[in-house]
């Protein structure tokens, strides 16, 4: 889950807090930092054995405050995808820099050489550890209206549908069926 300002504000005065960041794809951690009272979220510097890059348009750029998307890469990548050749082929790339991971998160150097967490570049949110696409739940919704849409507020997600004679306890019902 990325860490709220909130959140790190009212630790860091009183714990040594680090925040640790890595996607599934790359084991563990691929990034880190010790957090102090500040504005920022950041999610610090490669750990050993892995290099991160802001890239844009496909290209890696390395200057100071322009975002993009991070790529990961290093001795702890996976290999892939379980059985998912399509989205492997989609999200591992091979480069100069050897196999890249293209996480759609979005970020940013700053000057002090951190990574500061933007958000995401498509509809995927994280809700209590789970991945969630929410295009795919507006598309559910999208069987009772033509007029849906999902967003994720703090720890929950809530879905709008815009119709006439909807019947809430069956769209509930269909999407504990489906999801």
Same mark, same amino acid.
């Given at each position: ?67 993009? +998307? &991070? ?5 702890? =990548?996976?290999?892939?995808?379980? /059985?998912?050749?399509? *989205?492997?082929? %989609? ?41 969630? +696409? &929410? ?5 559910? =919704?999208?069987?009772?209206?033509? /007029?849906?849409?999902? *967003?994720?507020? %703090? ?25």
């Amino acid at each position: 889950e990325a860490l709220n300002e909130r959140l790190k504000n009212k630790w860091c005065r009183h714990i040594d807090m680090f925040n640790a960041y890595g996607p599934t794809e790359n084991t563990v951690c691929s990034s880190k930092m010790k957090l102090t009272f500040s504005k920022c979220v950041c999610i610090g510097k490669p750990v050993v054995n892995s290099q991160c890059y802001v890239a844009q348009n496909k290209f890696i750029c390395s200057s100071i405050d322009i975002a993009g +998307e &991070l790529w990961i890469s290093g001795v702890g =990548l996976a290999s892939g995808y379980h /059985n998912r050749v399509e *989205l492997s082929i %989609e999200k591992f790339i091979q480069s100069k820099f050897g196999r890249i991971y293209k996480t759609g998160d979005l970020v940013k150097w700053n000057d002090d050489g951190n990574l500061e967490f933007l958000g995401r570049i498509d509809n995927q949110v994280k809700v209590r550890g789970y991945r969630i +696409e &929410l295009g795919e739940i507006e598309s559910r =919704l999208n069987q009772f209206s033509n /007029n849906s849409i999902v *967003l994720k507020h %703090e720890n929950n997600l809530i879905g709008y549908v815009i119709g006439e004679d909807i019947d809430v306890e069956k769209v509930l019902s269909k999407l504990k069926e489906q999801l």
